[in-house]
């Protein structure tokens, strides 16, 4: 049997004695390579942008509104009736230890004035449980103290978005805006957010102590009253275990007899993170699936090349049979020449796919993450697309008559 490096360098002058077919054939490989690296990229960057999108809501969430309305026989959207209390976070906190912070939290929205400047943007009333919950921290200034939170005293956090709409490049600090025509003082400003998942802007946001909003601002009949409780669980797991013991003491504290309809809604955004999630992944084996149907063209192009090469080279083939080769040396000699066409292809599409990936972002908003193993797997599958689809053409040419070879013309 004929060495391995000696079958290699015969396959190579085969290849450079024929260029111009050599970089058609491994054209459909460059571009299945690079489709594959650039798509599934892609469908990377989708994944982790939504990952850090549901990750600046905050970890283990679950939100809690209050009821529907109803209005002349409609009935309005949920958290249109306020239903739950202040004391409703305090319960669930102290007597469900799968929670680990419950806050109670009151949405509004308003007018904003700083000057000749206004600005309209959504209130939350709150405590700095909140902030604890989400993991969102200060720019400048402080939270909300006790004394904030217990007098309702008339101070405000704002959002970047709020704070660069309304003051510019002034620092905001201890400036005095008016909300909904009433007096607060700006003592902090939050680091940028970003949107959520959702797509909401979470800089567009005022924030004030939730006495202060109950009291002066929202103009709720029963002043202990809110929309919406927001709860973070120990683990993404207490988040659906906990889910049936939060509505037993919600539905015990709010009176509600057996034939009574829930007053509240309990939404899970773990769960609704990981349908975010399974959806991206669903998506990105699927691009990496279309892009690879680009690779198998690419390998019945290698095979058509390498079936022409055959016939080309019949002759050939029969004095090295005459001279002592085997039809395995044939075959492997065939499958070489198969394989580093494929390899050469590889390497090259490997090349154009990270090209691509930095370019894409630059000139489009997608964006698109490399990983090492995104460029491994396309790789490596090149390989075995060239040995998959040069077997045969390889095979063919081992099973020749050597005297039937020899007089071929």
Not at 114 to 141: C, H, M, P, Q
Not at 190 to 196: C, V, Y
Not at 217 to 241: E, I, K, R
Not at 346 to 371: E, N, Q
């Amino acid at each position: 049997m004929i060495e391995l490096k000696t079958i290699f360098k015969i396959a190579v002058r085969a290849i450079e004695a024929n260029k111009m077919r050599s970089v058609l054939t491994s054209l459909g490989i460059i571009i299945g390579v690079a489709a594959v690296i650039i798509l599934l990229s892609i469908g990377n960057g989708t994944q982790q942008s939504i990952e850090n999108e549901m990750r600046s809501m905050g970890t283990n969430l679950i939100m809690i509104r209050s009821g529907a309305s109803t209005s002349g026989g409609a009935r309005m959207g949920r958290g249109s009736q306020p239903t739950l209390k202040n004391g409703d976070a305090d319960a669930i906190q102290e007597k469900i230890p799968a929670i680990r912070l419950a806050v109670p939290v009151v949405n509004d929205s308003g007018q904003i004035i700083y000057g000749n400047t206004n600005w309209s943007t959504s209130i939350v009333g709150t405590d700095n449980r909140y902030f604890e919950i989400k993991e969102w921290d200060l720019a400048y200034g402080r939270f909300f103290s006790e004394n904030d939170t217990k007098t309702a005293n008339k101070v405000v956090i704002l959002g970047q978005t709020v704070a660069k709409e309304l003051f510019g490049d002034i620092d905001p600090l201890g400036k005095t805006i008016r909300v909904k025509g009433l007096p607060f003082v700006v003592i902090g400003t939050l680091t940028a957010r970003g949107q959520s998942g959702p797509g909401q802007d979470q800089d567009d946001m005022v924030y004030m102590p939730l006495a202060t909003a109950q009291k002066k601002v929202s103009g709720t009949q029963f002043p202990d009253m809110v929309n919406q409780l927001m709860l973070q669980a120990q683990t993404a797991q207490d988040t659906y275990t906990s889910q049936e013991e939060i509505k037993a003491l919600l539905r015990q504290r709010h009176n509600l007899g057996l034939n009574k309809e829930d007053d509240f809604t309990i939404m899970n955004f773990t769960q609704f993170m990981e349908m975010m999630q399974s959806s991206s992944q669903a998506m990105t084996i699927f691009l990496g699936f279309i892009a690879s149907i680009s690779l198998i063209v690419g390998g019945i192009g290698i095979m058509n090349i390498m079936l022409v090469s055959v016939t080309e080279r019949t002759r050939e083939i029969g004095i090295r049979m005459a001279i002592g080769a085997k039809s395995w040396d044939i075959r492997l000699q065939f499958l070489m020449e198969a394989l580093i066409l494929s390899l050469i292809g590889g390497l090259i599409g490997v090349a154009f796919g990270i090209l691509g990936v930095f370019i894409l972002p630059k000139i489009t908003s997608i964006t698109a993450v490399l990983s090492t193993f995104y460029v491994l797997l396309p790789f490596s599958f090149s390989g075995v697309v060239g040995l998959i689809f040069g077997f045969f053409p390889a095979y063919k040419a081992s099973l020749l008559n050597p005297i039937n070879a020899l007089r071929y013309e």
